[in-house]
């Protein structure tokens, strides 16, 4: 995702954090999601006469899929993106990543290829305990980054925003680290709005709500966020369409057809 999210902090941070593991045992049984393969159409929305941007257009596969011991999120997307001033560029990337069930463990790959060359692969693991844990990278190069207390991989962040859209809240302050990109883990203060009807393109009534999440690279001084993304997310964790907004230029992405895909039966001990 990624999934992908200023901000009444106060409300937030005057409450003591719960340690990923709390977290994670809290939404679990609360946010079921439902495993599916979700086609997107991705164009230009908007450009800013600096952003050397003339237009964009792709697609956008985001694959969840669901087994006993965890989840596994994989995003395959391409883009056109014709340039003002230069020839037009062709992007692709791929985002898998597998998730413990419990939230303790992440294990990532990312990729990202300009005009046929591998421009990154980021891949590496990390844990997730009540004193924070750490990233393991291995490439672009071995390093290990300690993570605060609370930050949450994921597929939690997507159940905690979900149950808090449930119960009413309008605002979550979350660190998040889902290893698409490499560093640290990222701030993202999300507001959610009014819920709405479903999604035009699913068969099922789940409820939708819209959400605007603020992203910042993390140690950040910025007052604005590096990028701010705008989604319709369905209650089953499906997104319905979605704004990401760089600052100079803005694109969208439109859910054009779903496949639900088979949910495990697991025995539980």
Not at 20 to 31: F, G, I, M, P, R
Not at 83 to 100: C, I
Not at 190 to 219: H, N, R
Request: charged letters at 25%; aromatic letters at 8%; hydrophobic letters at 35%.
């Amino acid at each position: 995702m990624r999934y992908i999210i200023p901000i009444l902090l106060a409300f937030t941070l005057s409450f003591p954090a719960l340690s990923a593991e709390q977290e994670v045992n809290k939404q679990s049984h609360k946010t079921p999601l439902k495993p599916h393969r979700a086609y997107y159409t991705v164009k230009l929305k908007s450009a800013k006469e600096d952003s050397n941007i003339e237009d964009t257009n792709g697609k956008m596969v985001i694959e969840l899929k669901h087994d006993c011991d965890g989840w596994t999120l994989k995003q395959d997307s391409a883009s056109i993106i014709d340039l003002k001033a230069r020839p037009s560029e062709v992007m692709r990337s791929q985002y898998v990543a597998w998730e413990s069930e419990d939230g303790k463990e992440l294990k990532f790959r990312t990729e990202r290829v300009y005009n046929e060359s591998v421009h990154d692969t980021i891949n590496g693991s990390a844990g997730f305990t009540k004193q924070g844990g750490s990233i393991t990278y291995i490439t672009p190069e071995p390093t290990k980054i300690k993570m605060d207390p609370g930050t949450l991989p994921p597929i939690a962040h997507m159940k905690k925003l979900l149950e808090s859209a449930r119960t009413g809240e309008n605002s979550v302050s979350q660190q998040v680290f889902d290893g698409s990109f490499y560093g640290n883990p990222v701030q993202i203060n999300t507001f959610i709005g009014k819920k709405k009807e479903k999604c035009s393109a699913t068969l099922e009534s789940d409820t939708v709500w819209p959400m605007s999440l603020a992203v910042y690279a993390m140690p950040s001084k910025l007052a604005t966020p590096n990028f701010e993304i705008t989604q319709a997310i369905a209650s089953n964790g499906i997104m319905c369409s979605y704004t990401i907004d760089f600052g100079n230029y803005t694109v969208e992405g439109t859910l054009e057809k779903i496949e639900y895909l088979p949910t495990k039966t697991c025995n539980v001990r």
